[in-house]
Antibody, heavy 117, light 110 residues
């Protein structure tokens, strides 16, 4: 069964840090570029970051550039998102998703990050 | 990295057809045939419905179809059913080698 399982979400004060993880199973992790996509409560999907298979090519949305760091450990089939200097507007469900060609599939179930004092 | 533009809501009666538009620019929708569409029911994970503009994944009903003209892509749902009521998002690859999503469309079955 194909599964992406995120963890690491929670409540954090403004300016704080959080590290999200996404463990993949049922897929050949090293054939997927991996992405983080977020969705604020009641809002739409927003692309956040992506990393290529080797981890040598990385891109970020302007809204998180310089604060978030995406990485992966292919030996552990795991994707990470280190989030620093968190702001209230970073509050969202964070999904990890794989892209083997040009579309997002599979998706994880999401993990909620709440930035509030 | 502006979001692709979709209508906020579209509605139709059971059995009717509806079309959702997704407008971008020559740097995304118009420049690549890499538009995909996702269905999201409340509280659920997005589900791939269409990829590469008009291709359907295995298991997706042929009532769902996609097309593109210039900088605008479209998703058509034919024979509208109650279970189609959901939010729909388009996505496109961009010239920055990133992706952008649409603003989302709420589909209501009357």
């Amino acid at each position: 069964e194909v599964q992406l399982v995120e963890s690491g979400g929670g409540l954090v004060p403004p300016g704080g840090s959080l590290r999200l993880s996404c463990v993949a199973s049922g897929i050949t992790f090293t054939t997927y570029w991996m992405h983080w996509v977020r969705q604020a409560p009641g809002k739409g999907l927003v692309w956040v970051a992506r990393i290529n298979i080797e981890g040598s090519s990385i891109s970020y949305a302007d809204s998180v550039k310089g604060r978030f760091t995406i990485s992966r450990d292919n030996d552990k089939n795991t994707l990470y998102l280190q989030m620093n200097s968190l702001r209230a507007e970073d509050t969202a469900v964070y999904y990890c998703a794989g892209v083997a060609a040009t579309w997002f599939d599979p998706w994880g179930q999401g993990t909620l990050v709440t930035v509030s004092s | 990295q502006s979001a692709l533009t979709q209508p906020a809501s579209v509605s139709g009666s059971p059995g009717q057809s509806i079309t959702i538009s997704c407008t971008g620019s020559s740097s995304d929708v118009g420049g690549y045939n890499f538009v995909s569409w996702y269905q999201q029911h409340p509280g659920k994970v997005p589900k791939l419905m269409i990829y590469d503009v008009s291709r359907r994944p295995s298991g997706i009903s042929d009532r769902f179809s996609g097309s593109k003209s210039g900088n605008t892509a479209s998703l058509t749902i034919s024979g509208l059913q109650a279970e189609d009521e959901a939010d729909y998002y388009c996505s496109s690859y961009t010239s920055s080698r990133t992706y952008v999503f649409g603003t989302g469309t709420e589909v209501t079955v009357l």
